[in-house]
């Protein structure tokens, strides 16, 4: 039976109240609510880089991975009163809303508190919250490869390894990242004067991509298109929509975490059927090891603009 007292802690100097620490949130394997704070707090030195003046959505299990979850994009009532959060506004929101207020987290203590809260998966935007201009300030261009089945992430990989080529050809740094699910996101640090660029781009080489492997790939959601196939999702470029942060769990049978990898690793995965899947204790042990592999992604000096002409097929 799930511990329900509470205890009482000191985070960098911020007093927090856990509870149910002994609750079993992903049941196959018994990875409790503790666990997951534990993880959270461990791999925070770098989660924190990514998710640093992003507003945040999470997901919350409240009752473990296999009961129902929610979204949360608005900071939670009862929110302390250190946590940051930012007013934004969210044109065409589906529950007719104005503005937000996100969670924008850039410290220990917040991470605690939202894993404490069942927040088992944070997605961010590829744009940082605007400081003076007017416009977020879009740094990421991502594509999320979905395999439709029996596709699998061999397929994604492959499609990958194509992706990068043409991201260099470029003149874009590519990285990769496993989902954590059963596909994987490659991207890239940009610059961008015009935040619907990044879109516009990814759907013309999305598009490109299903040009040269026909067998392969297909650029457009609609389902009948998709068994056998690698979905290039491009759309996640929309500043509306966001996407699961590297390092973050994600909400499966075992807890997955949406892992950074090398393109030797995704190379063997193609070559020799290697796995590419990464639980919490994994991925600790990765970073002990190979540091941040995503790291690339914040550069300022890898940035490559992104301009009109490149959002044109070729």
């Known amino acids: 039976m799930a511990d329900s007292a509470k205890v009482t802690v000191d985070v960098d100097g911020r007093h927090l109240s856990l509870s149910n620490l002994g609750k079993v949130l992903y049941p196959d394997t018994g990875f409790t609510k503790g666990e997951v704070i534990d993880y959270y707090s461990r ?3 770098i989660l924190l880089t990514h998710l640093a003046d992003r507003p945040l959505t999470v997901k ?3 009752n473990g991975v296999h009961q129902h979850f929610f979204y949360e994009k608005n900071a939670p009532r009862g929110a302390p009163d250190w946590v940051r959060t930012v007013n934004l506004p969210v044109p065409g929101s589906t529950k007719n809303r104005d503005t937000i207020d996100y969670v924008v987290v850039e410290e220990l203590p917040t991470l605690v508190w939202l894993a404490n809260l069942a927040a088992l998966e944070l997605h961010v935007p590829q744009w940082r919250i605007p400081r003076r201009a007017r416009s977020p300030r879009t740094d ?5 490869l979905d395999p439709g089945p029996p596709a699998t992430i061999e397929q994604c990989c492959q499609v990958a390894l194509r992706l990068r ?3 260099q050809d470029d003149g874009l740094a590519a990285f990769a990242k496993t989902s954590g699910s059963k596909g994987m996101q490659v991207s890239a640090p940009v610059s961008v004067a015009d935040p619907g660029l990044p879109s516009q ?3 013309a080489i999305a598009r490109r991509l299903e040009r040269e492997l026909p067998d392969l790939v297909v650029s457009r959601m609609t389902k009948a298109l998709r068994p056998g196939k690698v979905l290039v999702d491009w759309s996640q470029n929309n500043p509306a929509k966001t996407t699961v942060a590297p390092y973050s769990l994600r909400a499966k049978d075992t807890p997955t975490v949406s892992t950074p990898v090398t393109w030797a690793e995704v190379e063997q995965a ?6 590419l899947a990464f639980t919490a204790e994994q991925v600790l042990a990765r970073v002990a090891e190979h540091g941040d592999l995503f790291g690339g ?3 300022d000096g890898a940035r490559t603009r992104v301009s009109a002409a490149m959002t044109a097929d070729r």
Request: proline letters at 8%; glycine letters at 4%.
């Open 43 to 45: 791999i925070a030195p």
């Open 60 to 62: 919350r299990y409240p």
């Open 140 to 144: 990421i261009v991502v594509f999320d």
């Open 165 to 167: 080529d043409q991201l």
């Open 201 to 203: 781009y990814a759907h």
């Open 270 to 275: 193609v070559e020799q059927g290697r796995e």
């Open 297 to 299: 992604v914040l550069d």
